[in-house]
């Protein structure tokens, strides 16, 4: 996904734009190791999600 951060006043202010993206892109990269720790557990935890799922099923209760 392209990401374009052109928010510069009409007065053409060159710094605005990349103090601004400077501000956000930190967010974005911790929002990304959130993502990528949370998918390594689920991957660490396979195991146990498809024996319980297993389990759930064999009850029919999904």
């Known amino acids: 996904m392209a990401f374009s951060l052109d928010l510069r006043p009409a007065n053409g202010c ?3 734009s990349p103090l601004l993206a400077a501000r956000y892109f930190p967010s974005r990269a911790e929002a990304g190791d ?3 720790g949370a998918l390594d557990t689920i991957g ?3 195991g146990h999600i498809k024996q319980g799922l297993a389990r759930l ?3 029919g209760l999904i």
């Open 44 to 46: 660490e935890n396979a």
């Open 14 to 16: 060159p710094l605005f």
């Open 57 to 59: 099923r064999a009850q």
């Open 34 to 36: 959130n993502v990528r």
